[in-house]
């Protein structure tokens, strides 16, 4: 696809971008190996004191930054503005603690007849991180902060229709202090990623995107020996039991499905509700789910903006006209609004077979589909029938229930009466085709490290 910042409140292209050459990546690797030689030199202090100053840009120019965030995406501008504050706490947060993470390990020294022995955390080089475009700062800065605070450099190929949301990756770094070469953004379109991955100064990957992106990443960098960390798509169950408060819990399934306009890998998308509670459950999530304000994601009053791109559009036109051929019932929603953009209303779906493509497929937007079962048995069965393990939600006020959820869930990251979402302070990512590895946390900075065993002798 061309990269270029199209509108999706408009579907107007508002500016576009070349791809840069080969000459130009070629500049830009070497000048990333070049920049890594010296830059694992430096310390955790003058590493941390260039990222508060990026924290600093981030929270001074909010208001600028958001804008174009929701102008080449779509989320609404209060949410953009959360997203960047976010990314400034995460830098701030890896400033703050990535030398405690990264601290030598002791070993038993007499144990294995040496002096001293130890394991210390080392940085790796060059790491290439291929991002989407929904939370296009906030998965960039996850993996941005703890590499750039290792040690490591990056490098970010960024989703073709958020090239402005790249480029200013690069310009916070380098406005932050950070040496030419810690942060450089390669403006070029997935078919020359593989290349990019296989050059010998290149020495991990991490991508956060689509399942098939998934599988050619690791297959390239498996095919020449080098790490890589996948966060791909879920399908995550929010499974409602007796006990729960009701009310509560339907107001939180609609801001879990229709956070950034439904189109979050962890967005809760299948409503798994007890029989004994099913039909008051379903009445209040869909009075919520009704009242959203779709609309001009500049606008205050808008809880809902458009999805980012006319492809995003047709998947969930083609996914509940799918589901409602095959016997399915929209209990809200369901039709595309007239106008310009790409909008599509919040959408609850009922009557949901395995024939229905729904079903199995993760739907990238505000379309809930709403399931009932008789025990917790049958909601663990149901909210594990899924090629996905990234998250899974489940409220219940049962102390036994919560134990059977926690054990029971096959995700990488269960919440229990609250909604899913990432923090600096838990590890983040997902088991089966949701990926490997994990982001953010001691966790997520070791990653991109060599644990280097140490042995020195009398």
């Not at 916070?172 to 040496?179: H, M, N, S, T, V």
């Not at 994990?438 to 060599?450: D, K, S, V």
Request: charged share 20%.
């Amino acid at each position: 696809m061309p990269i270029a910042t199209t509108n999706p409140a408009t579907g107007k292209v508002e500016q576009t971008f070349d791809e840069i050459s080969d000459l130009e990546v070629e500049r830009i690797l070497a000048l990333a190996a070049s920049t890594f030689r010296t830059y694992r030199t430096t310390t955790f202090a003058q590493r941390g004191a260039w990222m508060v100053r990026a924290a600093e840009i981030l929270e001074t120019e909010v208001d600028r930054i958001g804008t174009t965030m929701t102008t080449e995406m779509g989320k609404t501008l209060a949410a953009a503005k959360v997203e960047v504050l976010k990314c400034a706490k995460a830098c701030r947060y890896f400033a703050e603690h990535a030398e405690s993470f990264l601290v030598d390990e002791p070993a038993d020294a007499a144990a294995v007849g040496a002096a001293d022995a130890y394991a210390a955390w080392q940085p790796l080089g060059p790491v290439l991180a291929v991002m989407p475009w929904n939370f296009p700062l906030w998965q960039a800065m996850r993996f941005a902060a703890p590499a750039l605070m290792a040690g490591n450099v990056g490098l970010l190929k960024h989703a073709s229709n958020v090239p402005q949301c790249a480029l200013f990756m690069q310009e916070l770094f380098e406005r932050a202090g950070f040496p030419e070469g810690c942060f450089q953004t390669l403006l070029i379109g997935s078919s020359r990623v593989e290349a990019v991955i296989r050059d010998d100064r290149v020495v991990a990957v991490t991508l956060t995107g689509s399942g098939p992106a998934g599988q050619a990443v690791a297959a390239a960098a498996g095919d020449v020996i080098k790490k890589s960390v996948l966060e791909l798509g879920g399908s995550d169950p929010f499974i409602v039991m007796p006990s729960a408060d009701l009310a509560r819990a339907a107001a939180v399934a609609t801001t879990a499905r229709t956070l950034n306009n439904g189109q979050s890998c962890i967005a809760a998308k299948r409503f798994i509700a007890h029989t004994d509670v099913a039909d008051g459950f379903e009445r209040l999530f869909v009075d919520e789910m009704s009242a959203l304000v779709v609309g001009d994601p500049m606008d205050d009053a808008t809880t809902i903006g458009p999805l980012a791109s006319a492809q995003q559009q047709a998947d969930m036109v083609e996914l509940v006209a799918d589901a409602v051929a095959k016997g399915a019932t929209v209990l809200c929603g369901g039709a595309v609004p007239e106008g310009p953009g790409y909008y599509y209303p919040p959408t609850v779906l009922t009557g949901i077979t395995p024939e229905m493509r729904i079903h199995t497929e993760e739907a990238f937007g505000p379309v809930a589909t709403l399931y009932r079962v008789a025990d917790i048995d049958e909601a663990i069965e149901l909210g594990n029938a899924t090629e996905f393990g990234l998250g899974a939600n489940a409220w219940t006020e049962d102390d036994a229930e919560r134990a059977r959820f926690i054990r029971d869930l096959e995700a990488g990251m269960v919440f229990i009466n609250g909604n899913t979402t990432s923090y600096n302070e838990l590890p983040f990512g997902g088991i089966k085709t949701s990926g490997y590895g994990r982001e953010l946390t001691a966790h997520g900075i070791r990653e991109f490290c060599n644990l280097k065993s140490v042995w020195v002798g009398a």
